[in-house]
């Protein structure tokens, strides 16, 4: 008999790719998720396997709680959120809401269905805040200071972690995400850098880099990502572990290697820095490493190609 797991946020882009890997690898799916940004076209094909559920319903609903209680999942993935730090900024109690409310019925429900296990997906782009330059690659031990409400949120879903591992024996993993692109990234919704510009140059529409390019992010390939959640459902226990590459990519650079991938020469046009935007941000991924036995395999060139030969067959 197969094995029942449940993701939250299963529609969306990170994790629609992980229930694609859970099914292949034989398992009976649960999938959480209010499409609110998700989309049932990522899941097409899981749900042609017969190993599939769907669910559509907020975290936020206290029907979550029954939910995964009669489902009894042994793993739970948690996915769910909101994840735009503009939002969270904008609107920080909704933020709180689906973050932390919506978290805490997600634990109570594996706690009532005595789930072994909940890998929860958190934010290495702003756990830390703004380290020093010493600090970089960031590892797990740098103090925990988020400078925005999404990474309160993130920090406060740890930190509840902890405690249910504490007081019920659940165990849990944090995989700190490191800057996730590839496949399924919605170029209009909160989206990352790597599938706004993939949509930009396939459509000839100028590119605009906020800042002077310089600032630079840790890129992760999705399926990277998905292998790292599927090693955490088994190994490791009671930690963060930082999901990235330990390479810092400038904005610029990405912009190069994508316009020459796709035989864009055209320039960009330079605006204003957003307020509050890392200048530098990179992950050390050591402890993956050691305690998942995981490290990225996937290089940035190849990566955006995928994501753009993926746009342009969306659009086609």
Sequence with gaps: MSSRVL????????GSTLVDRLIAEGYE?????????????????????????????????EAVV????????????????????????????????VNILGSINV??????????????????????????????????TVPHQP???????????????????????MEYVALALANVYGPRQDPHGEAGVVAIFAERLLS??????????????????VDDVVDAFVRASERSGGLVINIGTGTETSVNELY???????????????????????QRSCLDVARAKMQLDWSAWTGIAEGALATIEHIRSTNA
Excluded: C
């Design 29 to 61: 799916v649960d999938v959480i998720d209010d499409l609110s940004s998700g989309k049932l076209a990522n899941l097409a094909a899981a749900r042609t396997t017969g190993q599939l559920s769907f669910h559509q319903l907020d975290i936020r609903d």
């Design 7 to 14: 993701v939250t946020g299963g529609a969306g882009f990170i």
């Design 256 to 278: 190069e290697a994508m316009a020459s991938s796709v035989g864009v020469t055209q320039g960009v046009v330079y605006a204003p820095a957003r307020v509050g935007e890392l």
């Design 204 to 221: 000839g529409d100028r590119i605009t880099i906020f800042g002077d390019g310089s600032q630079t992010r840790d890129f992760v390939y």
């Design 107 to 140: 634990l109570e429900g594996a706690r009532l269905a005595g789930s072994r296990r909940i890998v929860a997906a958190a934010s290495g782009g702003t756990l830390y805040g703004e380290p020093s330059d010493e600090d970089i690659p960031t590892r797990e």
């Design 147 to 169: 400078l925005s409400p999404y990474g309160v949120s993130k920090k406060s879903m740890i930190d509840y972690l902890a405690a249910y591992r504490a007081l019920h024996t």
């Design 66 to 97: 029954a939910l995964i209680e009669r489902r009894q999942p042994e793993i739970v993935f948690h996915l769910a959120a909101q994840a735009d730090v503009r939002v969270s900024v904008d609107r920080p109690a909704f933020d709180a809401s």
